[in-house]
């Protein structure tokens, strides 16, 4: 089992900035962002592998970066120029190279609004 504790979620202007975190109880293959809006499926935002290779969703590419510090078991995400648009719960999302278990977090809200 993996345990995922998000945090830095808020409210915050258009064209602002926010920084997720999320810190798994122990080191993993892949991590990523996912978020869902009000009446929307669920969508990837970002994803990470231990060995830094990332993916973005066209929507994120050029404003947000995700990152990991790998002796902290600790991703992010920051996202600049922020749209209302990107109002959503993001949730954290991890998954174990070979096994394929996957893990979620509880999600954190991210408002853009004015």
């Known amino acids: 089992q993996v345990q995922l504790v998000e945090s830095g979620g808020g409210l915050v202007q258009p064209g602002g900035s926010l920084r997720l975190s999320c810190t798994a109880s122990r080191s993993i293959f892949k991590m990523g962002w996912y978020r869902q809006a009000p009446g929307k499926q669920r969508e990837l935002v970002a994803t990470i592998t231990s060995g830094s290779l990332t993916d973005y969703a066209d929507s994120v590419k050029g404003r947000f970066a995700v990152s990991r510090d790998n002796a902290k078991n600790t991703m992010y995400l920051q996202m600049n120029s922020l749209k209302p648009e990107d109002t959503a719960v993001y949730y954290c999302?991890?998954?174990?190279?070979?096994?394929?278990?996957?893990?979620w977090g509880q999600g954190t809200q991210v408002a853009v609004s004015s």
């Open positions: 999302y991890a998954r174990t190279q070979f096994t394929f278990e996957n893990y």
